[in-house]
């Protein structure tokens, strides 16, 4: 065993906490920082309506902007989580690898989660607010709110049940089902993937609200 992994364990709770939680908020900073410049420069410069008078539609011109998103993240997640995950299994050898292929899926799948949740809201973001700094800060605020009012709520009223407005912990959750350790969280894994669902469904009917051919003034 080389030196380098001594003094980890690398199970499943290792890849969770000194991976995956550490990426969250690479992630989101990324998403920050790109994300707000995707669709509000093309309402900025009434650019949807040479886009979308084309032959593809609104949904080809959002998954578009969406693999731009997708590939940077990747770039920062499961890309070198499995590269991580690989090289664990080509030290330890290939019995390491058969036992703990859970690992590597629960990568994979887990930061796919992750960069869903995170595109959808950047990119409903950029569609709403036509200014970078303001759509960044919304994404940003969107993160750090969640959390800030669901603990304030929970100590007000001595419940768990508002974690479910909390975006970082309902990911948290599902993770920790992923990688099949302890959920340190109160909610059960089921109603954690209703929060992250209803959160993009949100974002998507948003997203898709903005995104036209044509503004309609009031």
């Known amino acids: 065993e ?10 499943a709770r290792w890849f969770y906490n000194w991976f995956m939680i550490a990426q969250t908020w690479v992630c989101i900073l990324v998403t920050v920082i790109i994300a707000p410049a995707l669709i509000s420069s093309d309402l900025r410069n009434n650019g949807l309506p040479l886009y979308l008078g084309r032959p593809f539609s609104r949904t080809e011109y959002i998954l578009g902007k969406f693999s731009v998103l997708a590939i940077l993240l990747s770039a920062i997640s499961w890309v070198p989580g499995l590269a991580l995950f690989f090289l664990r299994s080509y030290l330890a050898g ?21 960069i869903l949740v995170l595109s959808v809201l ?14 960044g800060l919304a994404v940003l605020a969107v993160f750090v709110l969640s959390m800030l009012l669901a603990g304030t709520l929970n100590l007000m009223f001595g419940t768990h049940w508002f974690d479910l407005i909390n975006l970082t912990q ?30 993009c469904s949100l974002c998507v009917w948003l997203l898709y609200r903005k995104v036209r051919a044509y503004e309609i003034v009031r």
Do not use: E
């Open 2 to 11: 080389l030196s380098m992994f001594g003094a980890f364990r690398h199970d």
């Open 94 to 114: 290939f019995g390491w690898f058969a036992d703990n292929l859970r690992i590597g899926a629960a990568i994979f799948l887990g930061c796919w989660i992750w």
């Open 122 to 135: 950047g990119l409903a973001a950029s569609a709403h607010f036509k200014w970078r700094p303001v759509a």
């Open 170 to 199: 309902m990911v948290y959750v599902v993770w920790a089902r992923l990688f099949d350790i302890d959920n340190t969280v109160q909610i059960s894994t089921g109603l954690a993937w209703l929060s992250l669902l209803t959160f």
